[in-house]
């Protein structure tokens, strides 16, 4: 039997337990899900509706309102007897609480997969993506998180099942949460967009950063960032593409000044579609890019977009 | 106050890695080895912290083949008192790490471990919060900032929807991210001084620990290669190739 941990905020479930859920149902169709949450009657709704789960367990208290990993972890490792593997979406969510729960399992936990090739084999990426390793679980409890774009989305609707609620336990009071400064934005996730316009330090600074929102506006895009852009302050960290940062897998990626270090690659290189922009025909970006165009961007980006304003042909 | 920095010898960062051949695993022969760039930060941090008064000694850890000493000996270079290596052939789990770690942080009683937030060869990204949990510490995970705030500590934590502060009870964990600080330069006479500093080496039998794989590497293989595309000369070509070839707008 499997146990997925959902990722929400109470009020709804983020996308990626949906590729998490799909992963799962490679290896069994037995999939329960787990919501850990305050008042997130929901979210435990909403996975009630997910045709591939078999039985939704929720606890609602106070404690979990933010989900710290010090109360979370016990939770689960309480429930783990049952099942043979426990998964999570391998998003900062999940990175920060699954190795707490294997370890207090005894368990190794498989990082990041991005193929199910057996039950117990998994493919992942290591070095950035520049190798991939075929592992073998030998544990016979697997701790597993999943990478989120390398999976579709498990259909979201027609299902219904139970929903059971489970008590909870006393926090740990290691931890306090203080306050989470989200960006918010009318754009679409960097996830799961189907348009992603990144910037680098080309752009050289916030203001000149208007050029790139100005251009993934135009095409319903998100907006992405090196590390370079994110470390001088062009835009915040959650807009970081890379090994270090986001994973993205849209139908087009525009890397705008962008050289393309390895460790940005490791995030955009499984795009469908990748388009590079760049004043240095040296870039290594360009050994990856579909379209490349050796310009200033200063000069081809409003073009660009104001191009596009003429055509406005933007898919959905 | 002990602080405990975990540094890891990797590839360099700027090596584009091969994959051997046989599909054992990469290429380290001959291979420009550093410290795993996060755990610069966290030596640095560690740095920080002592020189504010915070902290007392700074006790620099590596677990792997003898040449770990190498970074060590780099962090006690930028500043760390001492060193310790627990000498490991072959490749280490974090499950196993973070259990010598725990063995370690038993004799040494830190009141704070440092650690990257994630080894750049493996990817994994579990060995400080594995470590936090053996232990039932608090956990600052992904962090760009700390401060202490009496008994405690504040973190910042780079998340997925932006930045979280938490505040930490002590003895803590924290996994650093590389803009936690900008980490500096050991000077020659630094390096030089760094050699007389000590550095004690512990085998695996000492601590008791059991580091049996529970992960078999069945093989290492190259990803599939991307083709180079075409350069384009103008935004007209590259909307019309955008529109019509490829489909996306
Ligand atoms: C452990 C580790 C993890 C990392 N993780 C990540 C990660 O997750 N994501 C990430 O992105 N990086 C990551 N990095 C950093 C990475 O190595 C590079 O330093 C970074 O990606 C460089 O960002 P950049 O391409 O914006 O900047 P640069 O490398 O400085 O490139 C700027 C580019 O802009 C071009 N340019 C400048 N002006 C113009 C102009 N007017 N018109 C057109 N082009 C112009 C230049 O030709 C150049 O190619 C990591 C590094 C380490 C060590
Ligand atoms: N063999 C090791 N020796 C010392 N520290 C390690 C070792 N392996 C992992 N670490 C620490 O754990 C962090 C995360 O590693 P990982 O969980 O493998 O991504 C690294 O940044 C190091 O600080």
Redesign the pocket.
Known sequence: MILVIAEHNNEYLKSFTLNAIQASSQIESEIDVLVVGNKSDNVAKELSGVPLVKKVLHINSETYDKQLAEDVAPLITNIAEKYDYIIAPATACGKNLM?RVAAMLDVSQISDIIKIEAPDIFVRPIYAGNALATVKSLDSKKIITVRPTSFDPAPSSGGSAPIEEIQSSESAKLSNFIKKEESKSDRPELGTARVVVSGGRGLQSSENFKLITDLADKLNAAVGASRAAVDAGYVGNDFQVGQTGKVVVPELYIAVGISGAIQHLAGMKESKIIVAINKDEEAPIFNVADYGLKADLFEVIPKLTEELSKLNIIKK | MKIL?????VVDYNVQVRVKPDGTGVETENVKMSM?P??EN?VEEALRIKESGKATEIIA????ESK?QETIRTALAMGADRGLHIE?EGI?E?LA?AKI?KKIVEKENPGLV??????ID???????Q?LSAMLAWSQGAFVSKIEFSGENIQVTREVDEGLEILDLKLPSIV?CDLRLNEPRYASLPNIMKAKKKPLDSLSLKDLNVDITPRIQQIKVEEPPKRQKGIMVSSVEELLQKLKNEAKVI
């Open positions: 190795p | 920095v975990a540094v890891k010898r795993n996060p755990d966290a850890v590596s677990i792997g770990c490991v280490i974090p790490v770690l440092l650690l990257g937030k994630q080894a493996d990817d994994c990204n579990q060995t400080g594995m996994t």
